[in-house]
């Protein structure tokens, strides 16, 4: 592509702020599917090229070459949801769970349910998968134990967002090392820079948060009560 058909940084900015405002006015105003915005966008950009000078060929090829970088993490992302579903379906998950349940001191829940969702999270590498397994099993303990269940859901969702940034199982983890072409541990070094300083930041104020909570007696045997439910 020679360089009398690049675009200036300010038309690139223009063409950016219209891809923003046609996905957010189909997603939000007309409640479309997401598939349709980027179909819009799609047709939008290469009618711009073809104005610009350039030819189908230029613009298949650029097409081509961004389909080429993305090919790897999709197939990446195929994989780990099939591994996580093999998982849930084999009774590895719950398993988990179960462990970590047992694990819990109510007087230190909010630690350790930081803690647990963390490792979950950082195993199967969804904040999903583990806010909907033992996310909502900590949090009836919570509410058994008294805890302030806006507290509890801080801690469940802090522990879950690690796992999914940072493991090497994680979606999003994936599919950023794939299209900047790095590896996904070294992906995961520069990460760790921001991710680790703020973890530490946020166990403290667990810690402090949860000494001014005291435990109900109730909550020992919910917790119990939700293994046996998990155990069948």
């Not at 290469?46 to 613009?59: I, M, N, P, R, T």
């Not at 072409?181 to 680790?196: D, Q, V, W």
Request: charged letters at 10%.
């Amino acid at each position: 592509m020679s360089n009398e058909k690049r675009l200036s940084f300010s038309i690139s900015a223009l063409l950016f702020l219209a891809i923003l405002f046609i996905i957010f006015t189909c997603l939000f105003i007309f409640k479309a599917e997401a598939h349709i915005p980027l179909l819009i966008c799609v047709g939008f950009l290469a009618a711009v090229g073809a104005v610009k000078g350039h030819s189908w060929k230029d613009l298949e090829s650029g097409i081509v070459s961004g389909i080429r970088n993305g090919v790897q993490p999709i197939i990446v992302l195929c994989l780990i949801g099939i591994l996580i579903g093999v998982w849930e379906y084999s009774g590895a998950i719950p398993t988990v769970t179960v462990y970590a349940l047992n694990l819990i001191e109510p007087q230190h829940l909010l630690l350790t349910a930081l803690f647990s969702c963390l490792v979950i999270s950082s195993l199967v590498g969804s904040s999903f998968t583990t806010v909907s397994t033992i996310g909502v099993a900590l949090i009836g303990v919570a509410a058994a134990a008294g805890v302030p269940l806006t507290w509890a859901a801080g801690a469940v969702i802090c522990g879950a967002c690690f796992g999914d940034k940072m493991s090497p199982m994680s979606d999003t983890t994936n599919f950023a090392a794939g299209v900047g072409e790095l590896p996904i541990f070294k992906h995961i070094r520069h990460m760790a820079g921001t991710t680790i300083p703020a973890l530490l930041i946020t166990i403290l104020l667990f810690f402090f948060m949860g000494r001014s909570l005291t435990a109900a007696p109730a909550s020992t045997e919910n917790i119990q009560a939700i293994i046996n439910g998990i155990e069948g």
